[in-house]
């Protein structure tokens, strides 16, 4: 027997907490201290789409805050903000409603929105920044972003939606406003505040749409808006609590989730007479007789904070709307084609998110083979394990080529040429039309599946530590807690659209009856062509593979009709994931011919991109008994549920 003391709490083996190196190094100091970037993909991106070599001032951005989000002083905001969820007081002392400070969020809540403002979470993406005019801005934000992700719980929430925000109001800056006075100046203020690095003057902005009626069908909104009489503006001295003009229209409903309520501002969709419309209204307002200390709500009543699996610090709540004061954006009628423009921002975001926690979870993953032990040797050194997570490696390496690529081609569409490199010269199109059209097919597409492939990764991340993997572990600074990073993964293909939302909405791009070209090969299938033209020699039979599958696609496009698509819809998504990320994997290998680049793009192709029967366009005509069939395997029953209810 080896072991003849026994163990106490006190005595015995304890577990070597793993240490987690900083994602991202900058190379002058690797070279001086012979340590490597944690995070090799975010390392290749960045060499892919920043200038080479990049600026010093980039390089000590990301190697100072790869740090920074590793401190102790940092990550005890998080676990804070985890532990202190948000409390509503919606009464006073003598039970009057609490207009004027109803929520409280937690200080660790607060410190990481600080943090995050002046890291330039949303404030790089924008031209005012003078530094970074000569590269791809976005590059530098998201970047930012990737390393910011598993330590912020989800304070990025709320800067989604101010980026989403300040790309619309940016749109509507010059819109004349006669019909609306006072809308310009409030506009162009709020524009400034969404997009400060100042945290004192930062604002961030709320995105109100999901009603009871529903959230992925907006149409059934019950929020109305009503434009005020001149008597009735001309009698209400109120402002925002800056100062600023009100808008006139009045709105008053009810909001059935709202993660940023604790905004400066928000971009709500609302009915009026002529349909769903979207409006800008800020959260606060006062009268000339109120201090700016005693500003209150604008016509805004939390009425409940939800109780989630996770994003606990994010402050969710149902809101009653009473008179909110609000100006139109946009045209009247068109508010979702207007709030789109928020929603293609957030579902970059949130894509973004699903490769950020990921890669802090695999980094504790790596971290925890280095220390823990199983049959008298290291987890580093399994075979097993080392292929299983391998794997997942894999998929993160690839998804998170998918989602720079679409935050190059976002920079690409705002900044033209400033934001093109040498180096990815192959997959940014020069075309501002194109570049357009390729990210509004890929948005959808990186929204849904990182989203997915990023829960699905955290639990294998979590079962790579064992049963102390599925605990919350808040000790330590809360390094080694992926259970909340998978909680907070899970609302991922949610929000922002579910899935299946996600599904339709490549569709709505890919077989829109009012354009009549190709709009799947002209623009995807074109730059597949182009970047596998690129790789083609370096890779000969994974181009054939990946060609194979990309006329799966458009067999399955061309050849179903539109209620069968529509069905088949997540397959669609799958396609197209597979094949963009197996052209980036490969497109990537090509430039420095790294060898475990290449073997990453070789399981990809083999493991993801090779088409299989399933994939084949369906059986025509067979469709009804598809459905029913789904129906039997899922529910048990032959029988349509609303012919059950007549019977
Ligand atoms: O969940 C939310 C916030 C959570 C917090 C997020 C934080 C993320 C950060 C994470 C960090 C880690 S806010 C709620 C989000 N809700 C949704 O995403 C709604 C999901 N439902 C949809 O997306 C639906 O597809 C709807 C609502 C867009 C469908 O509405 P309609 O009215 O039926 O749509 P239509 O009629 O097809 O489209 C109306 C117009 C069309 O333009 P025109 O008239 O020119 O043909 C469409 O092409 O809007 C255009 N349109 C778009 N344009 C629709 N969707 C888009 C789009 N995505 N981009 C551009
Ligand atoms: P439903 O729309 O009722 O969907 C139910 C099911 O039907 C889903 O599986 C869906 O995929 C499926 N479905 C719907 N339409 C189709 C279709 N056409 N084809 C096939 N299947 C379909 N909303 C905001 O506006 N602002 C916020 O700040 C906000 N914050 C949120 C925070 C959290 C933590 C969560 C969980 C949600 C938040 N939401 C917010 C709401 C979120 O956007 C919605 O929950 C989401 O859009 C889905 O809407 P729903 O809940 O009404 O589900």
Known sequence: MAHLTPSSSTSGFFQALPTLPPQ?????????????????????????????????????????????????????????????????????????????????????????KHIQTQAGIVGYGYPQYTLHQTFNRRIHQFATLHLWHGTAALATCPMAMTDGAAVLLRRHLDDPDHDQPGRKQTLTESYRRLTSLDSSYAWTSGQWMTERTGGSDVSNTETTARRMTPSEIQSDFSTDAHGLPLGPWLINGFKWFSSATDADMAVLLAQTSKGLSAFYAPLRRQTPTLSRSGSQMNGVRPQRLKSKLGTKGLPTAEL????????????????????????NITRLHTASGGAGYLSRGLAVSRAYTQVREVRGGLLADNPQHLSWMATETVKYTANTNLVFLGVALLGASEQGDAARTPASSSIIPKDKNTIDV????????????????????????????????????????????????????AVGPIWEGTTSVMAEDVLRVIKNPKVKTDVLDQVFGEWTRAALQAVRSEFPAEVTIVENRYAALKQMVGGL???????RGREVLEHIEAVACACLLMYDTCLDKDEVAMAIAKRWVRMIALPSDTVQGGSLGAWEKEVELDRRIFLGSDTLPSTRAQA
């Open 24 to 112: 991202y190094t900058w190379s002058a100091s690797e070279q001086a201290t012979g340590s490597q970037s944690d995070d090799r993909v975010l390392a290749r991106v960045l060499n892919l789409y920043l200038p080479d070599p990049p600026t010093p001032q980039l390089s000590k951005h990301f190697h100072d805050f790869s740090r920074l989000v590793l401190h102790p002083s940092t990550l005890q905001h998080t676990v804070n903000a985890e532990t202190n969820q948000p409390t509503l007081h919606p009464l006073t002392t003598f039970g009057e409603i609490n207009t004027t400070d109803p929520l409280r969020t937690s200080e660790g809540w607060r410190s990481l």
């Open 320 to 343: 009653e709307i009473k008179n909110m004061r609000a100006f139109l954006i946009g045209t009247e009628g068109q508010g979702v084609k207007e709030i789109s423009s928020i929603l």
């Open 438 to 489: 390729l990210l509004r097919i890929l948005t959808p597409v990186m929204k849904a599946q990182v989203t997915l492939n990023s829960v699905s990764g955290l639990q294998a991340c979590m079962e790579s530590l064992g049963g102390v993997g599925y605990c919350e572990n808040n000790e330590d600074g809360g390094v080694m807690n992926i259970a909340r990073l998978f909680r907070d993964a």
């Open 561 to 567: 009709k539109a209620h069968e698509l529509h069905r």
